[in-house]
């Protein structure tokens, strides 16, 4: 199989999150604490100074280009957003990283036109980073935060056929509803998997999962860099009227509408 080669602005947006991740791993082996937002959601340094960091970095290497970030949306700092911009979510799973289970990702996306064409998402505590572009590549390597991304061996990533024997279901492991379970039942399954973070997104680009529907409330931020990574292994993030899940919701507060993420 070929070696993906990765995009110069996939390069850029890999090492970010890469770092960023660095960073974040320190502030896990320490005893951090969390705050709470006005949305309930928690908020711990990790966090802000991650963001911090992907935001100085992107403002180098994409001086013109608006960066919709979350601890930055959530104190009222929105840019006005084009045609194009960054999405980021600087640690997404903030509720796995307190449990320390290891499921939380760096996810940064570039949006065009209201479609994701490129998609950053690491996984830490796993080292794993996943990359997708759109009529490109999606891929993985397996990169400790601590090594250089010159050192990577990237595998392309394709999402596979659904099983004869029904499908392996993601959901939630933190937001599980009703609406959700009612969905599940009308589907054929064959077993359904708890996991956190954009994580989801990626286990079906891999080929290891099938369907990840939701119903409960997510960000644009949160879902754009695993829809990128997806849409680029050949899997598709619908609402439920089957429209491409899009961005630059700037009316709905870069609020998403429920949505079924598939192979």
């Known amino acids: 199989m070929t070696s993906p080669k990765l995009s110069p602005n996939a390069l850029i947006l890999a090492d970010l999150a890469r770092r960023a991740g660095a960073l974040i791993m320190e ?31 992107l403002k180098k290497a994409f001086p013109d280009i608006p960066v919709i970030a979350e601890e930055s949306a959530a104190t009222g700092r929105i ?3 084009n045609d194009q911009f960054f999405l980021v979510d600087p640690l997404d799973g903030t509720k796995e990283f307190l449990s320390r289970n290891g499921e939380f990702t760096v996810n940064i996306a570039m949006v065009k036109n209201g479609v994701p064409v490129l998609g950053v998402v690491y996984a830490p505590a796993l080292s794993k980073l996943y990359v997708g572009e759109l009529g490109l ?23 596979r056929r659904l099983p004869a024997e029904g499908a392996t279901v993601l959901a939630s492991r933190s937001h599980r509803d009703a609406e959700t379970e009612a969905y599940l039942a009308t589907l054929q399954v064959k077993k359904i998997i708890g996991a956190g973070s954009s994580l989801k997104f990626c286990s079906i680009a891999a ?20 829809q990128a990574v997806l849409t680029a292994a050949g899997g598709k993030v619908c609402t439920t009227d089957n429209q491409s899940l899009c961005y630059g919701k700037v009316a709905r507060g870069f609020d998403n509408p429920a949505f079924i993420a598939s192979a």
């Open 207 to 226: 080929g290891e999962a099938d369907i990840y529907p939701r119903f409960g409330r997510t960000m644009e931020w949160d879902t754009a860099a695993g």
């Open 27 to 57: 502030i896990y082996g320490t005893n951090f604490s969390a705050e709470e937002k006005a949305d309930l959601s928690p908020v711990t340094i990790a966090d802000e100074q991650a963001e911090m960091m992907i935001l100085a970095g």
């Open 79 to 81: 840019p006005k957003v």
């Open 137 to 159: 590549w999606a891929a993985m390597a397996d990169i400790k935060p601590t090594e250089p991304l010159i050192s990577a061996t990237w595998q392309k990533l394709a999402v």
